[in-house]
């Protein structure tokens, strides 16, 4: 009795899974009748025959994110890297997800590996980091266009990582360890260059203040020079104008004569004391000079008789 009981439950059951379907508000479900496609069912309550109706694909609508495997590519300066990635997509079309192709998940997988290898294969090593917008954006179109009748949508190509070999990665660390040592080597010289730059200009202008300076003390000394020089010949003309008028006034001549005679006599006094000159009376300088004279022609004279003396002689 309790084993025809369990197979009636178990007969119920199946009936009753079979007759009624839940399809969720995440997907969407293929039903066939008797091995033929009968409609797409929507989320929510609906009927199905058993036996003859079956919920043959239930599919996923919302968006997917696939993780795209670690591969090795080839650069096209000849430089292995690994790479990896994620490729977002999403059921457009049930019924061509379900029919169109066995497994969108790994033919979507493949082909981004496949298209990555091929855009790795154009560019350099140095650019498969500056270029990895665009290389995403090529990645979604071929996928995108070769996924169409699979009924899938690809809407973006995320590059997680691209690894060089350990090689290449020591390589590329010396190189921007020397591209940073050149830099500030670089740097330094400029910086240098600008000093030297700095303080040519500085003692430039130095020397430019200083000549500037010097130029204007002339100019001044100049000026005051020939401000003196003119002082002084307006007092001269002054002096002269007024002694001028004094000499035209009763007794004036004399007064001049008198001024000469003083400073004659003055200056006269001063030639006594610095040369070595006899000062005598006119008729005892007069004296002096005959006598001078007798003795130059009686010393001439016996000189004169002297030489005769000697050629008779001789």
């Known amino acids: 009795m309790w084993t025809t009981l369990l197979i009636f439950i178990a007969v119920l059951y199946v009936i009753i899974t079979r007759l009624f379907i839940i399809v969720e508000m995440r997907e969407e479900v293929i039903q066939e009748r008797l091995g033929k496609f009968k409609k797409t069912l929507k989320p929510g309550f609906h009927f199905m025959i058993p036996f003859v109706d079956r919920a043959a694909y239930h599919q996923e609508m919302r968006e997917q994110v696939l993780d795209v495997p670690s591969q090795t590519c080839i650069t096209n300066d000849n430089i292995e890297?690994?790479?990896?990635?994620?490729?977002?997509?999403?059921?457009?079309?049930?019924?061509?997800?379900?029919y169109g192709i066995s497994d969108y998940v790994a033919a979507a997988v493949n082909l981004a590996q496949t298209t990555m290898r091929s855009e790795?294969?154009?560019?350099?090593?140095?650019?498969?980091?500056?270029?990895?917008?665009?290389?995403?954006?090529?990645?979604?179109?071929?996928?995108?266009?070769?996924?169409?009748?699979?009924g899938i949508k690809v809407t973006r190509y995320e590059i997680k990582n691209i690894r060089p070999s350990n090689e290449i990665v020591d390589t590329m660390e010396k190189q921007m360890e020397a591209e940073r040592i050149k830099r500030a080597d670089i740097t330094n010289s400029e910086g240098f260059r600008e000093s030297r730059i700095n303080e040519s200009k500085g003692e430039q202008q130095s020397q430019v203040l200083i000549s500037e300076a010097q130029r204007q003390k002339r100019i001044n000394e100049a000026k005051g020079r020939a401000q003196e020089i003119q002082l002084v010949a307006i007092a001269t003309a002054k002096g002269v104008e007024r002694v001028a008028k004094a000499i035209e006034r009763p007794g004036g001549g004399v007064a001049v004569k008198s001024k000469l005679v003083e400073q004659y006599i003055k200056q006269f006094g001063e030639i006594i004391?610095?040369?070595?000159?006899?000062?005598?009376?006119?008729?005892?300088?007069?004296?002096k000079t005959f006598f001078e004279g007798v003795s130059t022609i009686s010393n001439h004279t016996r000189d004169e008789n002297t030489k005769k003396s000697n050629q008779k002689g001789s």
């Open 81 to 98: 890297v690994s790479v990896d990635g994620l490729i977002y997509v999403k059921v457009m079309d049930s019924y061509k997800a379900s």
């Open 120 to 150: 790795v294969g154009r560019i350099s090593l140095d650019d498969t980091f500056s270029e990895r917008e665009k290389m995403n954006e090529n990645i979604v179109h071929e996928i995108d266009k070769a996924a169409d009748p699979w």
């Open 273 to 287: 004391k610095t040369t070595n000159v006899s000062v005598l009376p006119t008729e005892t300088a007069n004296l």
